[in-house]
Each structure stands twice: as structure tokens, then as C-alpha cells.
């Protein structure tokens, strides 16, 4: 079987739970995978290479280039298609069946791919609700991730925040790469705890929240200026894109992404009293 001609790159942190998963579902369909790790304390790094991929050791130094950019930067730089895969994302069998049939007669003309995310909570598919889509697949030397003045946020550390890498050209792909977490729904929490924290630090800098939605964030412009946004995202996500067709896991994912925006809210509201 001919391989792609792409190297998956895996920033990884603590990934032992799903890591086997994420290397095993592309070793054998790509020209290599990396992981990326920033000093795992479990088996995260052993798991990984016992399966074939490289490991490469990451320690974010507070500047930029963040993390997806060192990426771009240094892993494997002798292949220009990079695709980001996050420890706990794996590509549908569909899509690696579109990347073939768009590799097949050389270097797309395109410089980025958006590949839709087939998410899962709480341990059930979800085929309703929010639509999210990342710029996961990048030609390195057309694409980069955007420098922007939020180094002194809290929340993001080494990871760019929700934003997309910037490119000159990007196609949509129909097939999706699936987002199922292993480890427990409690660190879905703390981990948009931490983002929360990123997204009220920006609503109190303006300046660095207007660079973000110019380089189009994961959200509508439209929701940036919507009142009540808890509301509004629920709303949005049960009713409006028929996330109750998903059940109890709609609900729960609905209600979950309601609170996230309280949260931002909330502590918006607090730092302003500071």
C-alpha cells in the first residue's frame, strides 16, 4: 500500500490512555508520525515508540513559536504536508481514503485542508449539535500559526489558543477525523476550565480578541457580539443544530458547552471588577 505523502505530528502531554489508539490508526498510512511530547509523566513516550512512531521532546520556552508551530518549524521538515492529530484524535478510514484520492496526482494546488471533527462526549458519537472544524492538514511552507499579543493570558501556555493556522488557500474535506476522548469526562472540565481562562483574558484585552477573529477563530463573528451567550450556545447547539436527536450525550454536551460560556462570562465579569 502506498503511503501518503504526509508526517503526522501528535503534541502530546500525559496521553497514555488514548496514545496507542491515535499512532496505531495512522502508522501504516503515512511517510512518518511523530509525537511531540511535553514531558509526559505516564507511558505516553513508551507507548508511542513501541508502536513505530518518533518521539520528540518539548519544553515551550513562554515565546513564540507555541508548540503546533515548532511543529511546522523543526518535525520532519523534509515533508512539506503536516497533519495535526491531537492524542486523542484518530482519522476515519473515509478520510484517509479522500487524502489518497487527493495526493494522487501530486502536491495539492491548495495550501491547507479543513477536516470536520467527528466528536465524541461522554463516551457517545455525536451527529448533531456544534460543527467543528479544524485546519489540521498544512503545507509548511504556505501555512503558519499567527503571533498575537496573548502570551501573558493564562489558560493556553504552550498551545496556540482557538484560533486557525493562516493560509493562502484552503479546500474543506467531507470525511472526519474522530475526536473520542478515553479518559474520564472530568478532564473534558478541567481542560475548559484553563481555556476559559484564555477566552475572559481576552474579552478584557480587546486589542488581542480583535487579532483573533481576524485570523477566524473556531467561531462565528456573529456569536463574538450575541448577548447571553450561555443561552445563545445552548440554544444554538440542542435546538437549532438538533442536538436532542443525540440524546441524554446531546444534552449533556449542550449543556456542558452553555456552562463553558458562563464561565468565560463570569469570569469576564470578575476581572472587570478588579
Known sequence: ????????????????????????????????????????????????????????????????????????????????WLLFLDGDETPSPELLAELAVAFAAGPPSVAAFDIP????????????????????????????????GDLDAPGMGEQEGHYQPVAPSAARLRSPIEHEDLDPVRTWFERHNRYSDWEAWLELNPAVKEEIRQVKTRQGQLFHKAPFKPLVSFAYAYVYKRGFLDGRAGLDYALAMSFYRWQIGLKTREGRKD
Open 1 to 80: 500500500m502506498s503511503r501518503l505523502p504526509i508526517v503526522v505530528a501528535i503534541p502530546t502531554k500525559n496521553e497514555a490512555e488514548n496514545i496507542a489508539r491515535t499512532v496505531s490508526s495512522v502508522i501504516d498510512h503515512v511517510q512518518a508520525v511523530v509525537v511531540v511530547d511535553s514531558a509526559s509523566t505516564d507511558d505516553t513516550c513508551k507507548i508511542a515508540a513501541e508502536l513505530g512512531a518518533e518521539i520528540v521532546e518539548y519544553a515551550w520556552d513562554g515565546r513564540y513559536p507555541k508548540k503546533k508551530q515548532w511543529c511546522l518549524d523543526h518535525v520532519r521538515t523534509e515533508i512539506p
Open 117 to 148: 471533527l467527528g466528536y465524541w462526549f461522554a463516551g457517545r458519537r455525536l451527529r448533531h449539535g456544534y460543527t467543528i472544524v479544524k485546519r489540521a492538514l498544512l503545507d509548511r511552507t504556505r501555512c503558519h500559526f499567527p503571533e498575537l
